[in-house]
């Protein structure tokens, strides 16, 4: 196995015993060379979050106030964890200077940023391996939006300098220096951005699970954890609300063809899920891959005689949901009929004008609106070559006596998307999961 980057989440190094095993797992593969650390996470229930104390302390500097113990609890943690393994390092001019920075208003992300920060450096320090500002390596264009081919460019370079490094997760650096953070769980992002730039073999994932799941757990009881999965089917799950990983950790490493591994930290051992680029090599011992699914959703039906002859028809629609900037998530129709799928919360406070604009642009017959609806998503790359697989989807979900809103399917068979009332929704997950894995 050639060289691997690893990612460990804030769970995993969440006090000076995880940082312990986060050394062993290291340690353990000498292809394991890079590191991208995520903030310290909770300990235990009712535990806090340094990123959460982070982004409070940077509100409570806006709002005038003194920050002296809140700052005093994020040290005190970074300490403890310091004392517990033992490591010899004087933190007290980076407290100092971030303190300053903050109380000099620097930025939210800046405040969000030091955690990742801070805990990279004690990594680095009691791995014996570099530090590398991911600040100083990453970067984002002026728009906000992430600069991949600069970043990649200069980060492999200076991966050549350094065999063995630590690169804190989440954030990188604005064109004038200002840092920038990903969205939360962007530390993900993080380690696939640098599997790409050391032309990694594999990308490691390590976190408190043991791989992604075929469902909820909290929905469905004790789900079995997919062994593999292509990057589109995870792309289709985490969508639809299934979180393990950041759904947008899959790009960098995508262009590469880099597999990611999810692991457990606290249970080595456990294969864990692969995430690859294809599933030639890989067959599934079931017909679907996972099942995943979110509440929220409100419809648009529209009925208008003709309509399926009426050109621009759909143009008009779209172009009023375009111009107040929502975005839709499905759009089944039929000849005289069509329906939108849209977050309720995304139309809350236009809903009646949105109605009011689309009977002006097309005159339809009939428009309502219907909230309280879930989206399923059962999404398998073996459903396309499985005879009879919409007819089990549906067989079990009549057999639940649920009543179906919405059917969508894409054109390349990777998925079934289900719209169905929020009140049937914990139900209808789990009979479509005993019905495909037992």
Known sequence: ?????????????????????????IKSDENRRYVVASAPGKRFKGDFKITDMFYLIYDRVAAGDNIDTLFEEITGRYQEIADGLGIEISMEAE??????????????????????YLNSMLLAKYMGYDFIDAAEVIFFKQDGTFDAERTNTVLAERLKRHPYAVVPGFYGSMPNGTIKTFSRGGSDITGSILARAANAELYENWTDVSGFLMADPRVVEDPKVIETITYRELRELSYMGATVLHEDAIFPVQIAGIPINIKNTNIPEDPGTMIVSTSDKYDTKTIITGIAGKKGFSAIHIEKDMMNGEVGFTRKILSELEERNISFEHL???????????????????????????????????????????????VGRAMVKAKGTAAKLFSAIAKADINVKMIDQGS???????????SDFEKAMSAIYHEFVG
């Open 332 to 378: 089944p129709s039929g000849i005289d009929t069509m329906t939108i799928m849209l977050k309720t919360e995304d139309i809350a406070k236009i809903r009646e004008d949105l109605i009011v604009d689309i009977r002006h642009s097309v005159h339809p017959d009939s428009i309502y609106i219907q909230d309280g609806i879930a989206l399923i998503a059962v």
């Open 1 to 25: 196995m050639g060289l691997k980057v690893v990612k460990f989440g804030g769970s995993s190094l969440a006090s000076a015993e995880q940082f312990r095993k986060v050394a062993d797992i």
């Open 412 to 422: 390349d068979e990777l998925n079934i998307i289900l719209g169905i009332e929020e």
């Open 95 to 116: 407290f100092s200077r971030i303190k300053n920075a903050l109380y000099g208003m620097a930025g939210r992300d800046y405040a969000a940023s030091r955690g990742e």
